[in-house]
């Protein structure tokens, strides 16, 4: 693999050129680095042996210097905010100009912080401790009492000429605070030109330890002569090792199916991107693209119609080193492509790597499946308006069948024998069942064809009216309701009172020979990437054979006879249908006589 590629992909580090091994090294090398490396070695080593010898001293003598220069400046800021601060309430009080006010808020911000920072370096003097506590107060004190000017002053009635009090009592504070820093800051002054004298002490005594460290040198050149013997020794094992993972990796190079390159963006003078050159390219690099010889080539030369827009992301990408990944599809190449551009080496390289595959095949097969997909649904939609047509047609020749009907058994009631009048019975009751059945139908196909609304639907309530409205313990049946809590949902409410109205019916139709029938509702929540709701639907009915439970939820699919159970075999169906409409799913379980449980779900609204 080129040295080039391997740093794009990261498979090797950079900066090894092939002329860096060295098979041999001539012993009188190996001598003169020794040198250099002995005395550099010991120069460092005497510098360690002077730290070493009077650290703690000279260590703690530069942080009692640097403690007292951060004390000056801490004590020379409260004077200046305590001074800021007097300036702003004066100015305020004579002016009543709010842009007088900014010195005196910008002090009052700091000078808590500053008095914070002086006590917590501390001290070891107890005078100074004792002016210390002394001048907490006093800027305290001081600080509410041009807070109290400055309120004063924003009060009615105030008169900067008819009180001198204020301002005579604010200056004599701001005396004994400036009195107590000029104190505080000679004795840190002394201080100060008593620790530098130590510090400059303890100087002397490391510049003696460097001076003794000269008889240490003979040990550290036998020292060092061995590790720069073992580091040649080490350097040849780590070239070996590189030259052999350079041929595991140029392997895995070669067998990539994905293409790769390594280009140079070419930019015109108004740093716009027009064109780019191709460094290096993998093997699979031909078959992808089916450029042939690329290498040192531009775009242009080799795809002249090449579109601009390839130019321009290629161009962000070596201008901002963001990658990108997308697809586009290449015109004068005949093919999609799934890319992936980041940019390697420096900005002023302009050079970015690219690794591609050719996506022609996928996207010619989504746009075969878009088609179909859009075939499919024009049909489905053709044949509900053709299902809604016929079963609307289908309605007024059934009227004539049961009016009919209806007047021969009227009015030749009295003429027809048993036989005839169970045959005219027959016919009207076909004709009710079979108005039933396309009255289901066209419920539906409604359903499929009416668009949503969605809106927040309590289910207890909604539970709890379909139940209502049912009158399911009517003609003394016993019933046994036991419902769980329900959840809130996002849903189409008449839809969804459709879908309970359906599960109810179902659940006291196939009970009806337990006694008492008990049906209970519940709700369970899943979490995951598509939380959602699972409702269920529990009887003690007759229950289904479960090898047929995939059929009961199609049109007109019954496991049992009409003469057991009535019905049309589309209530299950509406169900799915309305489900499947919400982004829900819908399954039943059951075991012959045991009772059934019809279960759907719905997904769990949550906030983009």
Partial sequence: MGPCILRALGFAPAGH??????????????????????????????????????????????????????????????????????????????????????????????????????RRLGTDNPAQLRRLDMLGPLATGFGSMMAGLVADRRGPGFDPLRSPESFMRGQQAVDQIVASIGAMKAEETRLLSRRLAETQSAGHVNLAAILAVGALATALVAAAGFMVHRDFRLRRGAEEALRSSEERYRSLFSSLDEGFCVIEVMFDDRQRPVDYRFLEISPSFEKQTGLRDAVGKRMREL????????????????????????????????RWYDVYAFRIGEPRDRQVAILFNDITERKRTEADLAERTAQLEAANGELEAFAYSVSHDLRAPLRHVDGFAGLLEKHSGGA???????????????????????????????????????????????????????????????????????????????????????????????????????????????????????????????????????????????????????????????????????GGRTWAESESGKGAAFFFSLPIATKS
């Fill in 303 to 334: 795809a002249p119609q090449h579109e601009s827009h390839w130019f321009e992301i290629y161009g962000k990408v070596a201008l901002t080193g963001e990658p990108t990944r997308f697809q586009n599809r290449a015109e004068q190449l005949h």
């Fill in 416 to 582: 027809l024998d048993e036989k005839g009048r169970h045959y005219v019975r027959t016919m009207r009751e076909a004709a009710v069942n079979m108005g039933r059945l396309i009255d289901d139908l066209l419920a539906f196909s409604r359903i499929g064809r009416a668009s949503l609304s969605v809106g927040n639907v309590a289910s207890d309530e909604l539970l709890a009216a379909v139940i209502r409205d049912g009158r399911y313990d009517a003609g003394g049946r016993a019933i046994v309701w036991e419902i769980a809590p329900l959840p809130p949902v996002r849903a189409d409410g008449p839809m969804l009172r459709q879908v309970w109205a359906n599960l109810i019916d179902n659940a006291v139709k196939y009970s009806r020979l337990s006694s008492p029938a008990r049906i209970a509702v519940s709700c369970s929540s899943t979490a995951g990437p598509s939380p959602e709701h699972v409702f269920c639907v529990r009887d003690n009915g007759v229950g289904f054979d479960p090898a047929y439970a995939d059929k009961l939820f199609g049109v007109f699919q019954r496991l049992h006879s009409s003469a057991q159970f009535e019905g049309t075999g589309i209530g299950l169906a509406n169900v799915r249908r309305i489900v499947a409409r919400h």
């Fill in 17 to 118: 050129p092939k002329n860096s091994s060295l098979p041999s090294v001539k012993v009188s090398l190996e001598k003169k680095i020794a040198l250099g490396f002995a005395v550099a070695v010991l120069l460092l080593l005497g510098a360690g042996a002077s730290g070493l010898w009077n650290a703690s001293r000279f260590d703690s003598a530069i942080r009692q210097v640097d403690r007292t220069h951060e004390v000056l400046d801490l004590l020379d800021q409260v004077q200046t905010d305590v001074l800021a601060m007097q300036t702003g309430a004066r100015g305020f009080a004579l002016t009543g100009s709010e842009l007088s006010l900014e010195p005196y808020k910008a002090g009052a911000a700091d000078l808590a912080e500053t008095l914070g920072r002086l």
